[in-house]
């Protein structure tokens, strides 16, 4: 039973041009959604975040919406630059209303972003 | 701030072998997670430690895994016997205990240990 989805296994995008990676998620009890972008042979680096109490969060050229009724969430950088070329992965966590799995982060499967110069 | 240390990188065992990871995360993050990320999917949470306890182990495969963090530092993460399908990179991450509105539910990855069963 996959809780979050991550619908497009790869994405390719010209530099400069507007990547939009999308997720989904099951269980409205998620309060908190995260984005982490992955480099081969590296960790997830943690790249910007949003709490159901908002639709929409930007941090430079990354800007995160979030449809709550169709539990929805997106990812948008514009521009796009090569260094973006990386897997992106979605999570989210219940918050502190999850009992003792708060903080627990569940993971779609991520999405390849090739950004081509 | 030194970020999260794993040890090994990389580790190639036969079938039915032992393996240990080691992981040190942030200092004075109290919880501390493991992962296991199989090729083409996201990291899936193995067992979460808060300090030296164990909050979440639901996910751990108790019949051959094993994870300990004494002190409430680091941890270690036990594998006795491998099967080939624990091949896969795990991953320890940590977080500190400042959740909304003064902080979020971040987690701070390492860079993982690439296990090959064969």
């Known amino acids: 039973d996959q809780q979050v989805k991550q619908n497009s296994p790869s994405l390719s995008v010209q530099e400069g041009r507007i990547s939009i990676l999308n997720c989904d998620y099951t269980?409205?009890?998620?309060?908190?959604f995260l984005w982490y972008k992955k480099y081969p042979a590296e960790g997830p680096t943690f790249l910007i975040s949003?709490?159901?109490?908002?639709d929409k969060n930007e941090d430079g050229r990354f800007t995160v919406f979030l449809n709550k009724s169709a539990k929805h969430l997106s990812l948008h950088i514009v521009p796009s630059q090569p260094g973006d070329s990386a897997v992106y992965f979605c999570?989210?966590?219940?918050?502190?209303?999850?009992?003792?799995?708060?903080?627990?982060?569940?993971f779609g499967q991520g999405t390849i972003l090739t950004v081509h110069p | 701030e030194a970020g999260v240390a794993q040890s090994p990188r990389y580790k190639i065992i036969e079938k039915r072998q032992s393996v240990a990871f080691w992981c040190n995360p942030i200092?004075?993050?109290?919880?501390l997670y493991w992962y296991q990320q199989i090729l083409g999917q996201g990291p899936k949470l193995l067992i979460q430690?808060?300090?030296?306890?164990?909050?979440?182990d639901s996910q751990l495969p108790k019949d051959r895994f094993s994870a300990e963090r004494l002190k409430g530092v680091d941890s270690t993460l036990k594998i006795q016997p491998a099967k080939l399908e624990d091949s896969a990179v795990y991953l320890c991450?940590?977080?500190?205990?400042?959740?909304?509105?003064?902080?979020?539910?971040?987690?701070?990855f390492g860079p993982g240990t690439r296990l090959t069963v064969t």
């Open positions: 991450a940590s977080s500190s205990n400042t959740f909304p509105p003064l902080g979020g539910y971040e987690q701070y």
């Open positions: 269980n409205s009890m998620f309060d908190y």
């Open positions: 949003i709490s159901s109490i908002k």
């Open positions: 999570a989210v966590t219940p918050g502190l209303g999850g009992g003792t799995s708060y903080g627990k982060l569940t």
């Open positions: 200092s004075g993050h109290a919880t």
């Open positions: 430690f808060q300090n030296n306890g164990v909050v979440d």
